[in-house]
Nanobody, 128 residues
Framework: QIRLADSGGGPVQAGGSLRLSCTAS???????????IAWFRQAPGKEREEVAL????????YYHDSVKGRFTISQDKVKSTLNLRMNGLEPEDSAMYYC??????????????????WGQGTQVTVSS
């Protein structure tokens, strides 16, 4: 059974940085092929949106336009952890952030499909 634990959220002032971590247990999906691992966020009253994703087969990454150039995914294969470095945070980035994973034989199927495994979420609050 794959389990995901996300962490690293907290309060930060606008312009600041945070690093979120998503640690997998049960299977080191960071090193296995054909896993999409994504970060989603959801703010109160808003729909959940996909922020960034990683495809384990070749390390492909994708970033939502709103975070391009500010957020970066990195991997720690030994710790089975995927990190999301968030720089230049804005109040609009405030949300509950979740990491999630699903099996996919193609990176194109990482987006727009339901994810199977979810972390518990970590809150990011950016004050102006």
């Amino acid at each position: 059974q794959i389990r995901l634990a996300d962490s690293g959220g907290g309060p930060v002032q606008a312009g600041g940085s945070l690093r979120l971590s998503c640690t997998a247990s049960g299977l080191n999906i960071i090193t296995y092929s054909n896993y999409c691992i994504a970060w989603f966020r959801q703010a109160p009253g808003k729909e959940r949106e996909e922020v960034a994703l990683f495809w384990s087969t070749d390390g492909s990454t994708y970033y939502h336009d709103s975070v391009k150039g500010r957020f970066t995914i990195s991997q720690d294969k030994v710790k089975s952890t995927l990190n999301l470095r968030m720089n230049g945070l804005e109040p609009e980035d405030s949300a509950m952030y979740y990491c999630a994973a699903r099996v996919s034989t193609s990176v194109s199927r990482c987006r727009g499909h339901e994810y199977t495994y979810w972390g518990q979420g970590t809150q990011v609050t950016v004050s102006s």
